[in-house]
């Protein structure tokens, strides 16, 4: 729903058609309370939308990481560009997938093929790739806030931990006891510790950006809000390297960034500064004893996937990163 209203007002990008089995039928303006060529859609069945698939540039897949495989492997392969929001293939090492998804191996080849789709650190690779894997929203900010500090080689990459607590909508619009209104107001707990989906993919995102293995600890808590998540990372410095180090590394590696900016102060970066923005906000400190925090906030649906999404169709079709998402407040000026 919010990557169908991003695409409605991209200045470059003409929506050619929706799905939903459940909505089939129904009008995306009365569903989305949207108006011209994209109001008045109506959703297709997917089987209609595959059809359709093979007259369009790009498309998008925010389905189950199972539906996405299948799918996937029905789309014509030459020339259209995928942009996977699932966790289909976001990791490389297709035994992780049983473990941390619940589904079958997916082709290694499949898997060598997909561009990790976090435009920040990789849109090289996403220019050329016809598969991407849009980034997870909790791998998002872990990311963004430790990358340059371990490619820098500040840190001791086996003293990761990561705690990062987000918004309802985190977990989609499946109804459920455990996400009713009742259940989550007034509370914040952890859940999947020791087996949440985005450990590996952050894992290994982390790895590759530092050059050598990490040992991460990861767990997420739910908020009673609907959107943003913030996320808070503790690590250790490497002997020798000063507490102002960390901070100088951000500031250095997001110079440039049209969707990150860097903060003075860890305390300086919330949520609401965040929400419905397509920005990172992130901030880091040490101490004396070199113990390191770093701290990101960023709106789950936007920057964390759908916003994201738009950067990385951007990039795969030759557009500025930023192209329709300059409306969405959070484009550094």
């Not at 997916?106 to 996403?126: E, H, I």
């Amino acid at each position: 729903m919010e990557l169908t209203r991003l695409l409605a007002s991209h200045p470059q990008a003409e929506l050619a058609f929706v799905t939903s089995d459940r909505w089939q039928g129904e009008g995306v303006g009365s569903r989305l309370g949207l108006r011209g060529q994209v109001g008045s859609l109506r959703y297709l069945g997917l089987e209609a939308g595959l059809a359709l698939a093979a007259d369009c540039q790009a498309v998008f897949l925010a389905t189950p990481a199972e539906a996405s495989m299948e799918i996937v492997s029905k789309l014509p392969r030459s020339g259209l560009k995928i942009i996977d929001l699932s966790g289909a293939f976001r990791l490389r090492d297709a035994e992780a997938y049983p473990t941390f998804y619940g589904l079958r191996r997916p082709s290694p080849a499949l898997l060598s093929s997909a561009a990790y789709g976090l435009t920040d650190w990789f849109g090289s690779r996403v220019r050329e790739a016809n598969l991407i894997a849009n980034p997870g929203c909790y791998a998002t900010a872990a990311i963004l806030a430790l990358a340059p500090l371990l490619r820098d080689d500040l840190l001791d990459p086996q003293s990761l931990i990561v705690d990062a607590a987000s918004g309802t909508t985190g977990a989609g619009r499946k109804g459920s006891e455990e996400m009713s209104f009742s259940e989550v107001a007034d509370d914040v707990r952890a859940y999947k510790v020791f087996r949440h989906q985005h450990t590996p993919e952050i894992a290994q995102v982390l790895a590759d950006l530092g050059g050598r293995s990490v040992d991460l600890v990861f767990t997420p808590h739910l908020l009673p809000i609907r959107r943003g998540i913030l996320c808070t990372a503790h690590a250790r410095l490497r002997p020798g390297v000063p507490a102002s180090a960390p901070l100088e590394s951000l500031r250095k590696a997001y110079a440039g960034s049209a969707f990150v900016r860097v903060l003075d102060r860890p305390e300086d970066v919330s949520i609401r500064a965040t929400a419905l923005t397509n920005r990172c906000d992130l901030s880091a400190a040490a101490d004396d004893k070199g113990r390191l925090i770093a701290i990101s906030a960023l709106d789950n649906l936007l920057k964390g996937a759908a916003g994201q999404a738009v950067e990385n169709f951007n990039l795969a079709t030759g557009m500025s990163q930023t192209a329709g998402l300059e409306t969405v407040y959070g484009v550094m000026g």
